[in-house]
């Protein structure tokens, strides 16, 4: 299997992660404050090309009443998604959601791109048992990736990032860019900051993730929301407190990177094979 190394149509991407709190529970007022932070962020000097939203945002953790607080099949976070994107002209990665389907729960991320078109859509596959979310949730049955400008990109969403195997196969299809919405919580900071820097670096891709900040029950997150190079170099991050994270990232340095050190076509995956 070979790795795209053909150039991105566009180049550069300026990028804007919404680092925010999150209400337990509350849909609503959760989705009228991103929309507050997602417009703040197109006022700056250099508009965002891609907002990224947190994971869950929409409900939080509130798993115990999640039947009755998902979204039905996301049909109000893809109307409002959709409608921002294409009146922005600004790709969203939209984090995640809370979103029932077939009488099932899911955790997903919609993505649209600039004209208002979902771009690719993704519900976690590894479910997080600290958090008990396998005990209300249904896990995701594929990987996923999608296009922006001509850009192949994919997405794991929070614990997913502890399973190397996904996000090689991501860049093994073509993914030069890998976004990350999360609910992180202390202690596990270094983890945090570890994992996300290790997937950029034996994946050669830039690495885009965006955690919420504030408290939910017993849980503290930590914000810390970062956009780290294909050399593993963090070119932001976020600290504890809510706020927009921005950066511009230039695409072609992936396929420079992989150049420079062709991991994957060195790669031996015939003894990587193991038989559980």
């Known amino acids: 299997m070979s790795v795209d190394q053909t150039d991105s149509t566009q180049k550069k991407w300026n990028i804007a992660l919404i680092q925010s709190d999150i209400v337990l529970g509350e849909p609503k007022v959760n989705a009228f404050r ?5 417009e ?9 090309d891609v907002i990224v939203l947190p994971e869950m945002w929409n409900t939080g ?21 959709s409608d921002f994107a294409r009146e922005h002209s600004v790709h969203i990665v939209g984090g995640s959601v809370a979103q029932k389907t077939e009488g099932h729960v899911r955790n997903t ?6 004209e208002g078109e979902l771009a690719g859509e993704y519900s976690k596959i590894h479910l997080f048992r600290l958090m008990e979310e396998e005990k209300h949730l249904a896990g995701g049955e594929q ?20 399973f190397p195997e996904l996000a090689r196969s991501l860049a093994l299809s073509g ?12 202690p596990r900071l270094h983890h945090w900051r570890t994992l996300l820097t290790a997937r950029a670096i034996e994946n050669q891709m830039y690495v885009i993730a965006c955690n919420r900040v504030g408290v939910s029950g017993k849980d503290s997150f930590f ?7 294909p050399w593993g170099e963090i070119i932001a991050e976020g600290g504890e407190d809510e706020e927009i994270v921005t950066a511009q990232i230039e695409l ?22 193991y038989m559980e």
């Open 34 to 38: 991103l929309k507050q932070l997602m």
């Open 175 to 186: 993914a030069k860019v890998l976004f990350v919405p999360a609910e992180w919580p202390h």
């Open 40 to 48: 703040e962020a197109l006022q700056a000097e250099s508009k965002p």
């Open 109 to 114: 991320m919609y993505v649209f791109n600039r």
């Open 143 to 162: 990987r996923v990736t999608f296009e922006l400008d001509g850009t192949t990109a994919g997405s794991s969403i929070c614990y997913d990032i502890r």
């Open 223 to 229: 914000g810390h929301s970062m956009i780290i190079d």
């Open 61 to 81: 953790y509130a798993l115990t009443e999640i039947d009755e607080l998902a979204d039905l099949q996301g049909l109000e976070t893809k109307t409002w998604l």
């Open 252 to 273: 072609s340095i992936v396929d420079e990177v992989r150049k420079r050190i062709p991991i994957f076509e060195d790669r031996r995956p015939n003894l990587y094979i």
